[in-house]
Protein backbone atom coordinates (compact mmCIF):
# COMPACT_ATOMS: atom_id res chain seq x y z
CA UNK A 1 0.00 0.00 0.00
CA UNK A 2 1.47 3.39 -1.00
CA UNK A 3 0.82 6.70 0.09
CA UNK A 4 1.00 9.68 -2.03
CA UNK A 5 0.03 13.43 -1.65
CA UNK A 6 0.37 16.41 -3.67
CA UNK A 7 3.63 18.86 -3.52
CA UNK A 8 2.59 22.47 -3.05
CA UNK A 9 5.13 23.85 -5.15
CA UNK A 10 5.39 28.11 -5.17
CA UNK A 11 7.50 30.22 -7.35
CA UNK A 12 8.14 34.10 -6.65
CA UNK A 13 10.60 35.95 -9.33
CA UNK A 14 12.07 34.83 -12.57
CA UNK A 15 12.99 31.10 -12.45
CA UNK A 16 11.67 27.38 -12.98
CA UNK A 17 11.89 23.94 -10.54
CA UNK A 18 13.10 21.13 -11.98
CA UNK A 19 11.95 17.39 -10.70
CA UNK A 20 8.86 18.69 -9.87
CA UNK A 21 5.67 20.94 -10.66
CA UNK A 22 2.79 22.13 -8.38
CA UNK A 23 0.19 19.67 -7.35
CA UNK A 24 2.11 16.62 -8.51
CA UNK A 25 1.87 13.44 -6.46
CA UNK A 26 4.56 11.77 -4.70
CA UNK A 27 5.49 8.84 -2.36
CA UNK A 28 5.27 9.95 1.32
CA UNK A 29 8.18 9.15 2.93
CA UNK A 30 10.47 8.83 0.05
CA UNK A 31 13.16 11.61 -0.50
CA UNK A 32 12.90 13.24 -3.51
CA UNK A 33 15.83 15.86 -5.29
CA UNK A 34 14.33 19.25 -6.85
CA UNK A 35 16.07 21.86 -7.87
CA UNK A 36 15.86 25.90 -8.45
CA UNK A 37 17.12 27.29 -11.78
CA UNK A 38 16.92 31.34 -12.06
CA UNK A 39 16.42 32.77 -15.42
CA UNK A 40 19.38 34.81 -16.82
CA UNK A 41 19.24 38.13 -14.46
CA UNK A 42 18.22 36.62 -11.54
CA UNK A 43 19.91 34.64 -8.27
CA UNK A 44 18.22 32.46 -6.02
CA UNK A 45 17.44 33.54 -2.77
CA UNK A 46 16.14 30.12 -1.07
CA UNK A 47 13.63 28.04 -0.63
CA UNK A 48 10.92 28.45 2.49
CA UNK A 49 7.74 26.79 3.29
CA UNK A 50 8.10 23.27 5.28
CA UNK A 51 11.91 23.33 4.37
CA UNK A 52 14.00 26.74 4.99
CA UNK A 53 17.43 26.71 3.01
CA UNK A 54 19.60 28.84 0.53
CA UNK A 55 20.86 25.69 -1.44
CA UNK A 56 19.04 25.40 -4.74
CA UNK A 57 19.61 21.96 -4.79
CA UNK A 58 16.82 20.34 -2.58
CA UNK A 59 16.25 16.91 -1.12
CA UNK A 60 13.26 16.35 0.77
CA UNK A 61 11.55 13.51 2.30
CA UNK A 62 7.59 13.49 0.85
CA UNK A 63 5.13 13.93 3.59
CA UNK A 64 1.39 15.36 3.48
CA UNK A 65 0.57 19.19 2.65
CA UNK A 66 4.23 19.59 2.19
CA UNK A 67 4.48 23.27 0.78
CA UNK A 68 7.75 24.56 -0.64
CA UNK A 69 8.31 27.85 -1.70
CA UNK A 70 11.43 29.04 -4.24
CA UNK A 71 11.79 32.75 -4.38
CA UNK A 72 14.21 34.38 -7.39
CA UNK A 73 15.97 38.04 -7.23
CA UNK A 74 16.85 40.48 -9.78
CA UNK A 75 20.55 40.89 -9.72
CA UNK A 76 20.81 42.99 -12.57
CA UNK A 77 22.42 46.09 -12.64
CA UNK A 78 20.07 48.42 -14.42
CA UNK A 79 22.35 50.64 -16.93
CA UNK A 80 22.90 54.41 -17.69
CA UNK A 81 23.94 56.32 -20.97
CA UNK A 82 23.99 60.19 -20.86
CA UNK A 83 23.66 61.01 -25.18
CA UNK A 84 23.08 64.81 -25.02
CA UNK A 85 25.59 66.13 -25.04
CA UNK A 86 27.05 63.23 -27.06
CA UNK A 87 30.29 63.43 -25.62
CA UNK A 88 32.67 64.82 -22.92
CA UNK A 89 33.97 68.79 -23.70
CA UNK A 90 30.47 69.58 -25.71
CA UNK A 91 30.35 74.00 -25.73
CA UNK A 92 27.58 74.83 -24.92
CA UNK A 93 26.78 78.61 -25.78
CA UNK A 94 23.25 78.79 -23.15
CA UNK A 95 22.84 78.73 -19.48
CA UNK A 96 19.98 76.57 -19.69
CA UNK A 97 20.77 73.04 -20.53
CA UNK A 98 18.74 69.50 -21.00
CA UNK A 99 20.87 66.74 -20.06
CA UNK A 100 18.90 63.08 -21.84
CA UNK A 101 20.12 60.06 -21.93
CA UNK A 102 18.74 56.08 -21.94
CA UNK A 103 18.67 53.91 -19.52
CA UNK A 104 17.84 49.68 -19.51
CA UNK A 105 16.70 47.05 -17.29
CA UNK A 106 16.11 43.38 -17.41
CA UNK A 107 12.67 44.24 -15.42
CA UNK A 108 11.72 47.61 -15.06
CA UNK A 109 13.59 51.49 -14.67
CA UNK A 110 11.98 53.22 -11.72
CA UNK A 111 14.49 56.67 -12.08
CA UNK A 112 17.07 58.21 -13.34
CA UNK A 113 18.83 61.02 -11.06
CA UNK A 114 21.39 63.43 -12.21
CA UNK A 115 24.06 65.69 -10.89
CA UNK A 116 25.31 68.64 -12.30
CA UNK A 117 28.80 69.54 -10.62
CA UNK A 118 28.07 67.45 -8.17
CA UNK A 119 25.27 68.86 -6.01
CA UNK A 120 22.59 67.48 -5.11
CA UNK A 121 20.66 64.46 -6.89
CA UNK A 122 17.46 65.61 -9.46
CA UNK A 123 15.24 62.87 -10.49
CA UNK A 124 14.94 62.88 -14.60
CA UNK A 125 11.78 62.97 -16.18
CA UNK A 126 10.93 59.54 -17.69
CA UNK A 127 9.47 58.49 -20.92
CA UNK A 128 9.01 55.01 -22.94
CA UNK A 129 8.50 53.25 -20.23
CA UNK A 130 11.97 54.23 -18.51
CA UNK A 131 13.97 53.89 -21.45
CA UNK A 132 14.85 57.80 -21.90
CA UNK A 133 15.20 60.44 -19.75
CA UNK A 134 15.78 64.67 -19.78
CA UNK A 135 16.39 66.75 -16.71
CA UNK A 136 17.02 70.73 -17.37
CA UNK A 137 19.90 71.81 -15.60
CA UNK A 138 21.66 75.70 -14.82
CA UNK A 139 25.27 75.33 -16.05
CA UNK A 140 27.99 77.50 -14.50
CA UNK A 141 30.75 79.52 -16.89
CA UNK A 142 33.36 77.19 -17.69
CA UNK A 143 33.59 73.36 -17.36
CA UNK A 144 30.53 71.93 -15.84
CA UNK A 145 30.47 67.70 -14.69
CA UNK A 146 26.74 65.75 -15.30
CA UNK A 147 26.07 62.55 -13.66
CA UNK A 148 23.50 60.06 -14.17
CA UNK A 149 22.35 57.14 -12.52
CA UNK A 150 19.57 54.77 -12.95
CA UNK A 151 17.91 52.25 -10.35
CA UNK A 152 15.28 49.48 -11.48
CA UNK A 153 12.34 48.05 -9.45
CA UNK A 154 14.57 45.53 -7.07
CA UNK A 155 16.69 48.08 -5.93
CA UNK A 156 19.92 47.76 -8.17
CA UNK A 157 21.66 50.48 -9.20
CA UNK A 158 23.73 51.39 -12.28
CA UNK A 159 27.17 52.26 -12.50
CA UNK A 160 27.55 56.06 -12.55
CA UNK A 161 28.28 57.77 -15.80
CA UNK A 162 29.87 61.30 -16.21
CA UNK A 163 30.22 63.25 -18.68
CA UNK A 164 31.69 67.05 -19.14
CA UNK A 165 29.95 70.16 -21.21
CA UNK A 166 31.83 73.60 -21.30
CA UNK A 167 29.40 76.61 -20.84
CA UNK A 168 30.48 79.76 -23.10
CA UNK A 169 29.41 83.28 -21.60
CA UNK A 170 28.83 85.29 -24.11
CA UNK A 171 28.67 89.18 -24.29
CA UNK A 172 28.01 91.92 -27.23
CA UNK A 173 31.21 93.90 -28.00
CA UNK A 174 30.55 97.62 -28.16
CA UNK A 175 33.03 99.10 -30.57
CA UNK A 176 33.88 102.78 -30.26
CA UNK A 177 35.83 104.81 -33.12
CA UNK A 178 37.49 108.20 -32.24
CA UNK A 179 38.04 110.20 -35.48
CA UNK A 180 37.19 108.85 -38.81
CA UNK A 181 38.56 106.22 -40.57
CA UNK A 182 36.79 102.63 -41.28
CA UNK A 183 37.14 100.03 -39.15
CA UNK A 184 37.62 96.62 -40.59
CA UNK A 185 36.12 94.15 -39.67
CA UNK A 186 33.29 95.57 -37.70
CA UNK A 187 32.74 93.77 -35.07
CA UNK A 188 30.38 95.92 -32.95
CA UNK A 189 27.47 94.45 -31.04
CA UNK A 190 28.94 91.09 -32.25
CA UNK A 191 28.57 88.31 -29.64
Same mark, same amino acid.
Given at each position: ???????????????????????????????????????????????????????????????????????????? +????????????????????????????????????????? +??????????????????????????????????????????????????????????????????????????
Amino acid at each position: YVIVAPLTLGISGSGTVSGATNGQLFHVGVAYKITAVPKTGFGFAGWTGDVITNTPALTFVMQSNLMLQASFIDIT +RPTVTITNPAKTGAKWSNAVFNVSGKAGDNVLVTNVSVSLN +RGAWMPATLSNHGSNWVQQVNLIAGTNTLAAYAADSSGNFSLTNTVNVIYIVSAPLTVQIMGSGPLSPNYNNAL
